[in-house]
């Protein structure tokens, strides 16, 4: 921990302490780690599952999924000159594919794909069919402030 940083904690912890609260302060999140994986069917065509992932690194996380916290997933067919827009979703600590936090951080995975049929299909020309598919990530904690990241693209013929 820098002086600097010992300083700002030490006026946070002295300001926590005149307001009287009894409940540490939340650890800010800085940073978010993103990740896509692909899942080709083995026998049926544009069934492929997509599974992406994101990790904040915080020991506060329930509190921040508690105080409306959420994730929302953009993803997206990387083309020339415009991505084609595939799917949106929004993950909270409430809903079908839920936020999750331990001591460690906040989690989430979400998959898409399989009865959603061509959802990952996103380039079908005859002569060249094959996808490039990438999600974009944005955190957003319950007092408006934000990270986005970016997956990196995938290949194949989803
Ligand atoms: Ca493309
Ligand atoms: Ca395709």
Redesign the pocket.
């Known amino acids: 921990m820098s002086r600097f940083a010992r300083v700002v904690g030490a006026v946070a912890v002295s300001a926590t302490v005149i307001l009287g609260a009894t409940t540490p302060l939340a650890e800010a999140i800085t940073d978010m780690s993103v990740n896509l994986t692909m899942q080709t069917h083995p026998v049926t065509p544009n069934q492929a599952f997509g599974t992406y992932t994101a990790f904040l690194p915080t020991d506060s996380g329930w509190g921040y999924l508690y105080n409306g916290g959420s994730i929302r997933v953009d993803c997206y067919g990387d083309d020339l000159f415009s991505d084609d827009f595939l799917f949106s979703r929004t993950h909270t600590i409430s809903s079908f594919q839920p936020l999750t936090a331990d001591e460690k951080g906040i989690y989430l995975t979400g998959r898409v794909g399989g009865d959603l049929g061509t959802i990952w299909?996103?380039?079908?020309d005859t002569a060249d069919?094959?996808?490039e598919v990438y999600c974009r990530m944005t955190w957003r904690d319950g007092g408006g402030g934000t990270i986005q990241r970016k997956t990196p693209v995938r290949y194949g013929?989803?």
């Open positions: 299909d996103e380039d079908t069919h094959r996808d013929y989803f």
